[in-house]
C-alpha cells in the first residue's frame, strides 16, 4: 500500500488550485492587454502573440507558485498571508519581480524572443519593461487577495 502524496509545509491541493488558477487567468488577461507594448520578430501576428500569451502565463503561474513557496520556507508558515505581513509579502513580491527581470532579460537580449515597442517604458537601470514589473506587483497583490477569501478555514494554525 502506498502513502498518499504530501505536499510540503502542510501546503493542501485546494491552496496551490486555486493559486494556480487565479494566477494563470489573472495574468493571461495582463499578458493580453500589454500585448500592443511587445514585438515578435517585427511580427503582430495575433495567433502567435495569443499562443506567446498563454505559454507566458503558464510560465506566470509556475512563478507564482516559486514566489508562494520561497515565502512560505522563508516564514515557516504556509499561511503566511494571513493575516498579511508586510515582510512576507515584500518576500512574495520581490522573488516574482527578481524572476521576471532575468527572464525578460534573457528573452529580450540573449534569446531574442520579443522586443520593447517604442511604447513600451523601460526601467532605467534595470532595463526591463514596466509593464512587466507592475504585473508582478499588481497581479501577486490580487492573488493574495484572492487566496485569504477562498481558503478562509483552510488552516487552523495549532495543527501546522
Not at 493559486?19 to 507594448?37: D, G, H, K, V, Y
Not at 514566489?67 to 498571508?81: P, R
Amino acid at each position: 500500500m502506498s502513502e498518499s502524496f504530501k505536499l510540503p509545509f502542510n501546503l493542501t491541493w485546494r491552496t496551490v488550485l486555486i493559486l494556480t488558477i487565479a494566477s494563470f487567468f489573472l495574468n493571461f488577461f495582463w499578458e493580453m492587454w500589454q500585448m500592443p507594448f511587445f514585438t515578435f520578430n517585427g511580427e503582430d501576428d495575433y495567433w502567435r502573440m495569443n499562443w506567446v500569451c498563454t505559454k507566458a502565463s503558464i510560465g506566470d503561474a509556475v512563478i507564482s507558485l516559486i514566489s508562494f513557496l520561497v515565502t512560505a520556507w522563508v516564514s515557516k508558515d504556509v499561511s503566511w498571508y494571513r493575516p498579511p505581513n508586510m515582510n512576507f509579502i515584500t518576500i512574495y513580491l520581490l522573488v516574482g519581480i527578481g524572476i521576471t527581470v532575468v527572464l525578460e532579460w534573457i528573452n529580450t537580449a540573449v534569446l531574442f524572443n520579443w522586443e520593447y515597442k517604442d511604447t513600451m517604458p523601460v526601467v532605467p537601470v534595470l532595463g526591463t519593461g514596466l509593464t512587466p514589473i507592475l504585473q508582478w506587483i499588481i497581479i501577486p497583490l490580487l492573488i493574495l487577495f484572492i487566496l485569504n477569501r477562498l481558503t478562509i478555514h483552510e488552516f487552523d494554525k495549532d495543527e501546522i
